[in-house]
C-alpha cells in the first residue's frame, strides 16, 4: 500500500508558479511612492521640536503632584479625631431688619469710658452711684468716676501673681469673674467665677464666702463655666452653668459644638445646698428675675432664644418659650427702666448669608474644619455688627440699638440701665461705653 502511494505521488505533476508581471504604469507608481516617502522623511528630519507642547506636559505634571499632595493632606485629616463633637440643628431664617428691628446708628454715638484701664467688663452692677464689674485679669473692681479700685482678686493660688493674666491660655489660674448682682439690701455683691463657683461678698466689712463650689459631689458633673446669676429677695441664687464639658476658655468650641451640656442652679442660703433646676441646656448664659419673682428667663445662647421657668404657681418648673428666633446669640438679660428687658448680643445673625446658621446644621464640615483651623479664627467671619433690643414683658421686641459698622460697639454682653443712662459692657474690649437717654 505504500509503494502504492510512493509511485502515485512520483506521477503527480509540480505546478509552476505564475509570475507577476507589472507593467510601466505600476512602476512609475511604485516609483512616485517612493519618492513621497523621501520627501515625508526630509521634512520630519528638518521639523523643529515641539517645546510647548513638552513645557506644558511638565506643567501638567506639576499640577497633578500638588493636586495628589493636596488631596493626601486633606484626606489624612478626615481620620484624625476632632477636638469637638458637633450636634445638628436647625434654626429659622434670621428676622429681617424691619419695623423695631430696622438699622439706625444709635449705638455709634455712644462715649467710651475708661478706655485702657479696664478689660472685659461683662457683667455691671451699680451702688451708689459706684459701678461694680469683673475684668479678664480675675479682678473685681469699684468704679467711680475715673477712679479704678481693685476690691477682690480671683487667683487660683499665689502662683498666679507671678504670671501675665489676662490672657485665654491661663485664665482658669487667674480666675474670671462673670455676672454680678447685689443683694435686696445692696450690702453683699455675688460673683459667678467662671471657674471656681458662686461667691458673696460683704462690701462692708470686705469678707468673702464660697457659697457653691465648682466640685460640689452633690451636683453631679462638675461646673466648667459659670457664667450669670439673679438673687431673689430671701437670699436665693439662681445661677448658670454655661456647660459640664467646656471651660469659659473653650467657649468657641462650645458654641460649635452645639451641645446640649449646660445647667440651671439654685443655691438655698437656709440648707447652704446647691442643687439642679433645669439640665440639658444649649450654652444657657444671662438670666434675670421677674419683678414679682414668679419666674426666671434665660437665654440659650446656641438657639438663638429666651425661655422661661416658671418659679412659683401651677405651671412651676415648667419651661415655655419667650422669644424665639432672635437676631443674634443672646448674651446677658436685665431688666429695664420701663419695665421690660434689655438683651445684648455677642454675634448678630443676618440676612442675607449667616455663617452661624449655614454651619448650624452641617456637623460634618464644622467637625472638619476644628481639625485644620483653630476655632478661634472662626468668629472673624462672623458679621461685626453691635446690637442690643429691648424686650416688653410679653417678649416682643420693643426697640433696638445698632452699630452697622461695629466700630464702637461690635458686641455687648451686658446692659446697665440707671434710667438716665445705658452702661454697656463687653467681654473683650477695654472700655465701656455709655449711652444717655436724657
Known sequence: MLIDWLKGRKRRRKVPVKPIITNGKDKENDKEKENDQQR??????????????????????????????????????????????????????????EGSLSPNTKLQSAKILLKGKVFGPESLAIKDGVIYTGTGDGQLIAINGT????????????????????????????GRPLGLRFDKSGTSLYVAEAYSGLYKINLTSGTARHLSKHNDQQIGDCMQFVNDLDVTSDGVVYFTDSSSRWQRRDNVYLISEGSSNGRIFKYDPITDRTEVVLEDLAFPNGVQLSPDEDFLLFSEMTYARINLLFLKGTMKGQVVSFIENLPGLPDNIRASSSGGYWVGFAKVRKQPFSLYDFLSNRPFIKSYLSKIIPLELLPRYLPKYGLIVELDRLGNIKQSLHDPSGEVVPACSEILDTGDSLYLGSYDKNYIAKIDLK
Request: hydrophobic residues 40%.
Open 40 to 97: 515625508d522623511d526630509s521634512q520630519m528630519k528638518k521639523k523643529p521640536i515641539n517645546y510647548v507642547k513638552q513645557k506644558r506636559s511638565k506643567c501638567n505634571i506639576f499640577l497633578e503632584i500638588v493636586f495628589l499632595f493636596t488631596g493626601s493632606i486633606l484626606l489624612f485629616f478626615c481620620f484624625l479625631d476632632a477636638p469637638i463633637q458637633p450636634v445638628t440643628f436647625k434654626l429659622p431664617p434670621p428676622p429681617i431688619f
Open 147 to 174: 477712679d479704678v479700685n481693685n476690691i477682690a482678686s480671683f487667683h487660683a493660688n499665689q502662683d498666679s501673681e507671678k504670671i501675665l493674666c489676662g490672657l485665654a491660655d491661663v485664665e482658669h489660674i487667674c
